[in-house]
């Protein structure tokens, strides 16, 4: 089983252009989320989506939008990429109720 | 801020020693998860303790949870040189969906 699969896993921007961030899942997740790591200050959520068709902002949006494209799929997308968005994304998704997540194995973007 | 804080930062022992690590949270939670992340790669769940438990094993893996004190423990014991990595407690919120919220997270060495 792949588990969750994102792409890519490298990229490097300039101030201004734009890129999705891909993710999918092979585990039939109900709940599917997008976090970023910056160093010294663990993962903070992006956006999630608690069910296919539902999309529900985290805890630092400001920049990005999501699109649940069906069950498996969820993308992240920066519309004009600044230095500050420079980190390691991770989508990760869950089974419906509390459970442990599974996470993806990142992408580190850049933003010069 | 962040909901948990983890307590070493860093932490560094000796083959075959038991590794303590601590969590604490601010706010009432309905479940608590520890994660770890070896460099460069995506977090790994570990083991979840649910607000009305009080203890959990999974292996060498021992988990405490303190409601009171808004605390958790996460206990290795015999460790090996495997289990170098980062290690992230992850709160969920009561009300929250299954949504979690990291902490920065405590690098456990564990040297030959």
């Known amino acids: 089983n792949a588990g969750v699969t994102q792409t890519p896993k490298f990229q490097v921007l300039k101030t201004g252009q734009s890129m999705t961030l891909q993710c999918a899942q092979d585990m039939n997740h109900n709940s599917m989320y997008w976090y970023r790591q910056d160093p010294g200050m663990g993962l903070r959520l992006i956006y999630y989506s608690a069910s296919e068709g539902t999309t529900d902002k985290g805890e630092v949006p400001n920049g990005y939008n999501v699109s649940r494209l069906n069950k498996r799929e969820f993308s992240l997308r920066l519309e004009s990429a600044a230095p500050s968005q420079t980190s390691v994304y991770f989508c990760?998704?869950?089974?419906?109720?509390?459970?442990?997540?599974?996470f993806g194995s990142g992408t580190r973007l850049t933003v010069v | 801020s962040q909901q948990g804080e983890e307590d070493p930062q860093a932490l560094s022992i000796q083959e075959g020693e038991n590794a303590t690590m601590n969590c604490s949270y601010k706010t009432s939670i309905n479940n608590l998860q520890w994660y770890r992340q070896n460099s460069g790669r995506g977090l790994v769940h570990l083991i979840l303790?649910?607000?009305?438990?009080r203890e959990k094993h999974s292996g060498r893996l021992r988990v405490t949870l303190d409601t009171s004190k808004k605390s958790s423990s996460l206990l290795i014991t015999a460790s090996r040189a495997a289990d170098t990595a980062s290690y992230f407690c992850a709160t969920g919120l009561t009300g929250g969906g299954n949504k979690l919220t990291f902490g920065t997270g405590t690098q456990l060495k564990v040297e030959l």
């Open positions: 990760a998704s869950s089974e419906e109720g509390v459970s442990g997540y599974t």
């Open positions: 303790i649910r607000s009305n438990e």
